[in-house]
């Protein structure tokens, strides 16, 4: 009884896996068209925009350096432009007329420049405005004060 089932389980075991082997091979050549379709592309991603705190960090250093802030004035100035940042960019959320923007930003420069007048020296705070008029002009004079007392 044995040598019958035998021959009849080889055979069945390979119909079997040419069964098998034919189903995946049909798979692997018909499964995976291309469509004449063209796919949509996936959209470049915007860079991820920076919080108030990240973008008063990276300007902090060349701030720090062309006003010559101890620790305390840094930590003031920190402090305020953060504050003032965040509004600014609450601001551009809300999207409002050009005008009514303009009106508003005017207002928080005003607030701000109270705020650093306030907690910086007169000289500093003067530094201060002439940075942010044209930070170029400002470099050159820091370099022509360090050579004259070097």
Known sequence: MKRIYSPFLITFFLLFGAYLNAQVGMQNRFGRQRSAIPQAQEAPREPEKLTAAQYVDKEMPEIKELMELDPFEEAVVRSVLE?????RMELQILQLEPKKMQEEYTKIQEL??????????????????QLRENRSKVKRKQKKKKKSKD
């Open 112 to 129: 701000q420049d109270a705020e650093l007048k306030a907690g910086l020296p007169e000289e500093k705070f003067q530094t201060y405005l």
């Open 83 to 87: 504050k003032y940042v965040q509004k």
